[in-house]
Structures are given as structure tokens and as C-alpha cells.
């Protein structure tokens, strides 16, 4: 008799995304000549840019002739795109070997599997609020006990709130894998060089890995604020970096990814080199590399004309962050991010939880966010505005807000 994997048991059904659309889908039916407008999902909105379409155009011709044709590539991606990562990454004063870099088909993907090189018995510690995928794939890999009210037994919550600007403290007992999350997704913070150290010191005290998720790295435009974790010293001894095409270059659809697991990372009961080598036996038995076309874009994507193309796509999406930003304050609603991250994290107004102004927001400017508490504990009494999303839209959004919002 075959059984499920009793963990999936403990998932509150992937409550998040699915109430939105119902809420959303009810509202619409209610209000048929209501328009209802989206910046709930951090979804990319603006085509490829030109230097990147040339790149993906090439890979399907290299593909057309003998001469160039290829089948299955090295697991770990090609050596010149990994080579074109690493050079990027001497711009942050980082130098990396090639073969601690693993490209992939995105960071969801690597941020949900890497826990799967880990023993059951670690404890996990994750931001709250964060990212679903880190908590989920936790939960289904058997690494906590069971939920309730949107907690799992087991997991260690570091709260990030206002009073703490939204990067957590240490945590207080002995953790053994902690995700974070910079630029973040949901809040918005970006955390400093000296905010980081904190954890690479607790992390090399401990004997614990770090799975640091730098998606949005590419947003930050403040010169001072580290887009790799890297940057602090010690780190390559106790961090895992994952980042992602997805948000920069638009390849949310396209689908590419990388990353890094330097040989010098130790754990408690490895030597150093045994988490890189875990990571290849993973990828390698479960994953057969990136799509070669897909890869192509990629290595455009880190010309020097990609990046200046990919920069103007963040400029873009920047600048809506600021329009949401501005109407929100001009409103006297408290709000944070939204300036080296393309993600607005307001504070409800007169305490209101996160549902009771999503369905505020809904019913009175037809405008979809995304409830704070749905990330997590800590994010209750918070709201998420998306940047990205086309200007136009952006624009009316705004404008519904401004004036419809009941305040
Ligand atoms: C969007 C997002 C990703 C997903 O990246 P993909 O490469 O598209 O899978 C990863 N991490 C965070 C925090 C994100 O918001």
C-alpha cells in the first residue's frame, strides 16, 4: 500500500495566495464593473530587453546547426556563464571559484531543495515574516513538528518588526540553519554589512549555515548597502548564496538561477567541501541543468549592455515604488521599503489586522495587496504593496488610493 509523505499534512494548504484570488474573484463577481487592480504578486511586467532577446535568439540558432548543437550540458551550467557570475561578484570585492557556483532553472527551485541536504535533526531558524518557500520546504522535508495557526512546532521565528527595522535579533538558543533574506521580500529592509556580521559571527561560533537569498540584489541603489553576503568577512566559511535572473532581467517566465555553495562552508559534522559536494551529488541526481537557450540569455543578461538594459528595467520598477510610496505618506500611512527593494510594506492604519485592510483596500479603491500576516506571525498588522506592474497601471492604482481610501 503506497503512502503520501505525511508532512505535506501540516501545510495549511497553501492559504496565502489561493484566499487572495477567492476574496478577489468574489469582490469581481459582486462588482462586475469594478476594475480591479493587481499589486498583490511579485510578478514581472515589462518584456525582455533587446540585448537579452538577441542572446536567447542566438541560443535557438546555435542549436539549429551541427556544427554547434548540444544536448545535455554540465549540471553545474556553463562554464562561461559561471565564469560571468563570478565576475560580477569581483565587482563586490568577492572572488569565487567556479566550481562553488551552480546555475539552475531559478532561486525558488534551490531555495525550496537545498534543506534536502541537511539532516532532519537540524533546527531551523527563519525571518518572520518571509518568503513561504523557506518555511514549506522545511516543513515537507520533516525538519519541524506539526502547525497551527500558521506556526510550525520547531522552527525558531525571528521576528522582524518595526522596532527592530525589520532585521532580526540572534537568535537565543543554538540554531542550525537560518534563511535570510536581502533585499526582503516581504518587508522591503535591506540589511547593512554590520547587520550581517552579526549572523556570519553567531554562524562560524556555531557551526551553523546561513541560506542567504539575494534576489533582489540587483534593486539596491545605495552604494553602502552589501548586494552579497559575501561582502562580510568570514562569510564563504558559513553561507549559502542564492540568487536569481527572475527580478533583474525579467526571467520570472524564462526561469534561471545560481547558486552558491563555497567549498570553504563548514558544518558541525563536515569537513569543509562536503556541503559543495552534497549540493552536486543533489543536483546532479535530481536536476539535468538549466536550458541551454536559457543560458544564452543569461550570459547576455551579464553583458555590459545587458546589465545596462536590465538597470533601466529596475529604474523603472524603482520609480513605482516611489509613487506608491509618496500617495501612501501623503496619506499618513507609516510605511518602509520600497527604496532599494521593489516591495512597499505599509502599517495598517487604527491597528487593523492585515485581512481586514485587504478587504478595506479591495472594497474601497478595487486595489489587491498582499496581508502582511500571510508571511508569517510578525507580519500582522502590515500590508504588501508590489512594484512591479506597468506604469499606466501603477498610475490608476495610485490615483484609486488617493482618492477611495476611507481613512
Ligand atoms: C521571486 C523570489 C524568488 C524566486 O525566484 P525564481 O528565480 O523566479 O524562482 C526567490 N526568492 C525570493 C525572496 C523571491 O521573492
Not at 531559478?106 to 531551523?124: C, L, M, R
Not at 512591479?388 to 477611495?404: L, M, P, R, T, Y
Amino acid at each position: 500500500m503506497a503512502k503520501v509523505n505525511p508532512h505535506y499534512g501540516k501545510l495549511q494548504a497553501g492559504y496565502l495566495f489561493p484566499e487572495i484570488a477567492k476574496r478577489t474573484r468574489e469582490f469581481a463577481a459582486d462588482n462586475p464593473d469594478a476594475r480591479v487592480m493587481r499589486l498583490g504578486i511579485g510578478n514581472t511586467t515589462e518584456p525582455l530587453t533587446p540585448a537579452i532577446v538577441s542572446g536567447l535568439h542566438a541560443g535557438v540558432d546555435k542549436l539549429a546547426s551541427a556544427d554547434t548543437y548540444t544536448g545535455y550540458g554540465d549540471e553545474q551550467g556553463f562554464s562561461e556563464l559561471r565564469e560571468a557570475i563570478a565576475k560580477r561578484y569581483t565587482t563586490y570585492g568577492v572572488t569565487l571559484d567556479l566550481d562553488d557556483i551552480f546555475v539552475s532553472d531559478g532561486a525558488k527551485s534551490d531555495s525550496a531543495n537545498i534543506q534536502s541536504i541537511f539532516g532532519e535533526d537540524n533546527v531551523v531558524a527563519v525571518q518572520d515574516p518571509a518568503y513561504p518557500v523557506y518555511v514549506d520546504s522545511n516543513v515537507i522535508g520533516g525538519k519541524t513538528g506539526s502547525g497551527s495557526d500558521g506556526q510550525f512546532d520547531g522552527l525558531v521565528y525571528m521576528p522582524c518588526t518595526e522596532e527592530n527595522n525589520f532585521f532580526p535579533e540572534l537568535p537565543e538558543g543554538k540554531v542550525d540553519l537560518i534563511y535570510l533574506c536581502s533585499p526582503n521580500n516581504p518587508t522591503g529592509a535591506v540589511a547593512t554589512i554590520q547587520q550581517l556580521k552579526t549572523f556570519v559571527d553567531y554562524a562560524l561560533e556555531h557551526k551553523a549555515v546561513i541560506i542567504f537569498d539575494a534576489a533582489y540584489a540587483s534593486f539596491i541603489s545605495d552604494s553602502r548597502l552589501p548586494r552579497s553576503i559575501y561582502e562580510v568577512e568570514g562569510a564563504k566559511e558559513c553561507a549559502i548564496e542564492i540568487n536569481s535572473f527572475s527580478k533583474e532581467a525579467g526571467f520570472t517566465g524564462v526561469r534561471l538561477g545560481w547558486t552558491v555553495v563555497p567549498k570553504a562552508l563548514v558544518c558541525e559534522d563536515g569537513d569543509a567541501g562536503e556541503v559543495n559536494r552534497l549540493w552536486l551529488r543533489r543536483q546532479t541526481t535530481m536536476f539535468n541543468g538549466a536550458s541551454n537557450v536559457v543560458q544564452y540569455g543569461g550570459l547576455a543578461v551579464l553583458t555590459e549592455q545587458g546589465q545596462k538594459e536590465c538597470q533601466e528595467l529596475v529604474t523603472y520598477y524603482m520609480a513605482n515604488a516611489k509613487r506608491i510610496r509618496a500617495c501612501l505618506e501623503g496619506l499618513g500611512i507609516t510605511c518602509f521599503g520600497g527604496e532599494n527593494a521593489p516591495y512597499v510594506w505599509l502599517k495598517t492604519p487604527d491597528g487593523m489586522t492585515s485581512w481586514e485592510f485587504f478587504d478595506k483596500m479591495l472594497n474601497e479603491t478595487h486595489v489587491v495587496g498582499t496581508p502582511g500576516s500571510g508571511f508569517g506571525p510578525a507580519g500582522e498588522g502590515y500590508f504588501r504593496l508590489s512594484a512591479f506592474g506597468h506604469k499606466e497601471d501603477i498610475e490608476e492604482a495610485v490615483a484609486s488610493i488617493q482618492s477611495n481610501l476611507k481613512l
